[in-house]
Every structure is written in structure tokens, then in C-alpha cells.
């Protein structure tokens, strides 16, 4: 018989795999284009061209980090193998093709390639603060939560800053990461969903008020406890990860359905796979498999082999001992 762990990796993989996949063919549009024709389900087409329910590198980084937990615990190196073999041999895709990579991303796995040790290949600059460590850090939410550990204590931060420093070493994505752990946290502890976003953010702002140098990030995502009150004007669907992560929480605290939150997310353009895929995965972790559209699922690449995974990272992460922990 499967396992609430097992159920909630599944709907959480799903959730997020399906709101990549509704956001691809909007990437880089604006939400005035969008307007004029909303995404409303699965469709082709786009900047990359791609078919119906094909998902991007949200989910095969997402991938990534869920195998190397699964298999190895904790283990940066494991990791940022795993992102080279996605990166240019393309495992992990939806069909066998990598369409789409950020650049501090590819700036980190040519300096893995290169030598340098996993937790010295993120770039930390002002210029390097973009989404790629928050789109892919809900396995280790639900890792740390599986294993005991799903609160902001100082080794869960650890884990949490280092997964992300991998590739984006900046306070601005440390923090970012902390602030949605938090979050999918309130919500694995049973608070309903803008609450659970409301004392998320709390007490993560109240954690990092206190941590030294988070004062610059911390400053940048005050704003976000009232993040429920924003008007749709004040929100974008950029690729800033401040930015993001303010779209992702509003968009949970503003809809009352997986469909509603997926989709309004996906229109707002831009970075719009990113932003739908992040907040797709805490949608789907609170409302459930069957909240989400069974034509959805039956459209989305490689489903039963995604499910599949989940599955068997629940199974491996409940386990007395985990290789790396």
C-alpha cells in the first residue's frame, strides 16, 4: 500500500512537473500577449517550439537533486554530476533534448567541469541572482521534512544554503530557498494554504533577521509578509529570483485551486515555466493528485516514469540510514 510520504512526493513531483509544462510555451511572452490568448491547458509551440506537456529544465534539475537525495543523501559532487549529465547528455529530459539552461547555471557546471569543488562553483554577484536554485530546492524541502529535519534550524539552513550555493551562491537565493522550505513546511505541518504561506515567510524573516550577513536579503523580501494583499500590477513573472519567489507565494495566498494558482502563474509570461513549476509543486503537495486536471497528467512527458520516481525517493528517504545523511 503506498505511503503519505509516497503520496505527497507524487503530488508534489507532479504538481510542479505539470506547471513547467503549462508555462513552457509562454517562456519570454509578455503578460499583455498572453492576455489576448491565455494558456488555459496544455499546448505546443512557443519560443522553444515544443510539443504539448514537454517540461523544461525546472524539472530535469528538480530530477537531479531527487535521484542524488534518493540514492546518495546529501552529496554536493553526486549532485552537480547529475546536472552535467543533464546539461550535455541530456538525462533526465522530457524527450531527450535539453532546450533550455540558464546562464549561472551553465556558468557553474563548466566550472564543476573545469575542476573546482561543488560548493565553490556558484557565482555569488549581483548579476547572478537569478531563479535556478529556488526552481529546483522542493526535494530538499521534503528530504529534510521526511528525515526529521523540516524546520529552520542552523543544519537545515546548511543544507538548504549549500544545495542552492552549488549554482547560485548569492544571500538573495540562500534566502529564497530558506523562505519556500519554510513554506512547503507550514504546509507538511497541516495549516491550510495562505497560512501556511503567511507563517512560512514569517518565520523565516524572523529566522534570517537574526543570521549575519542576510541583512541586504532580508531587506529585499520584508515586503513579502503581506504578499497576499499585492495587487496583480505590483507582481512579475521575471526570472529575478526576488522576484519569483514574490509571484510563487502570491499566487498561492490569491487562488483557492491547484488550476486557478498553475494557470494564473503561467500567464503572467516571462519566466513563466519557472514561476508555474515552482508554485505548482507546494499546489500540489496541499491539494492533492486528484486536484490536478487528469488530462493534465495523461499530457505530461514521461508521467508514470515521474511518478515512479517520486515514489521510490519517498520509499529511500524514509529509510533508517541514507547514504550522505
Known amino acids: 500500500m503506498e505511503t503519505n510520504h509516497e503520496m505527497l512526493a507524487k503530488s508534489a513531483l507532479i504538481g ?4 513547467d509544462a503549462l508555462g513552457v510555451p509562454g517562456e519570454f511572452m509578455r503578460p499583455e500577449e498572453l492576455a489576448e490568448d491565455p494558456i488555459t491547458g496544455m499546448r505546443g509551440g512557443g519560443a522553444h517550439g515544443q510539443e504539448p506537456g514537454t517540461w523544461s529544465d525546472d524539472t530535469s534539475m528538480t530530477l537531479c537533486q531527487m535521484v542524488s537525495l534518493s540514492l546518495n543523501g546529501v552529496d554536493y559532487e553526486d549532485l552537480m554530476r547529475r546536472f552535467c549529465e543533464w546539461l550535455w547528455e541530456a538525462k533526465y529530459t522530457a524527450r531527450g533534448e535539453v532546450f533550455d539552461v540558464g546562464g549561472t547555471v551553465r556558468s557553474a557546471l563548466f566550472n564543476y567541469s573545469r575542476g573546482k569543488a561543488a560548493l565553490d562553483c556558484g557565482e555569488d554577484g549581483e548579476h547572478s541572482c537569478g531563479n535556478g536554485s529556488l526552481m529546483r530546492i522542493l526535494p530538499a524541502a521534503l528530504y529534510l521534512y521526511f528525515r526529521g529535519h523540516g524546520t529552520l534550524s542552523r543544519r537545515s539552513m546548511r543544507t538548504i544554503h549549500d544545495l542552492s550555493r552549488v549554482t547560485h551562491a548569492h544571500p538573495r537565493c540562500l534566502m529564497a530557498c530558506g523562505i519556500y522550505c519554510a513554506v512547503v513546511w507550514e504546509v507538511l505541518g497541516g495549516a491550510d494554504l495562505k497560512s501556511a504561506v503567511r507563517q512560512g515567510v514569517q518565520k523565516a524573516l524572523d529566522c534570517y533577521a537574526e543570521q549575519p550577513g542576510f541583512e541586504g536579503a532580508c531587506k529585499d523580501y520584508a515586503s513579502l509578509s503581506s504578499i497576499d494583499t499585492w495587487p496583480d500590477s ?6 529575478y529570483v526576488v522576484t519569483t519567489l514574490q509571484a510563487v507565494l502570491w499566487g498561492l495566498a490569491t487562488t483557492d485551486s491547484y488550476v486557478d494558482c ?5 500567464n503572467l509570461g516571462h519566466d513563466a515555466d519557472t514561476t508555474a513549476a515552482i508554485a505548482g509543486g507546494v499546489a500540489g503537495l496541499y491539494y492533492g493528485m486528484d486536484a490536478i486536471p487528469l488530462q493534465w497528467r495523461e499530457e505530461l512527458a514521461m508521467e ?21 545523511d
Open 304 to 324: 508514470p516514469e515521474l511518478e515512479k520516481l517520486a515514489g521510490i525517493f519517498a520509499q529511500m528517504v524514509t529509510k533508517k540510514r541514507v547514504k550522505g
Open 262 to 266: 498553475v494557470l494564473k502563474l503561467a
Open 16 to 19: 510542479f512537473a505539470v506547471g
Open 234 to 239: 505590483e507582481v512579475s513573472g521575471r526570472g
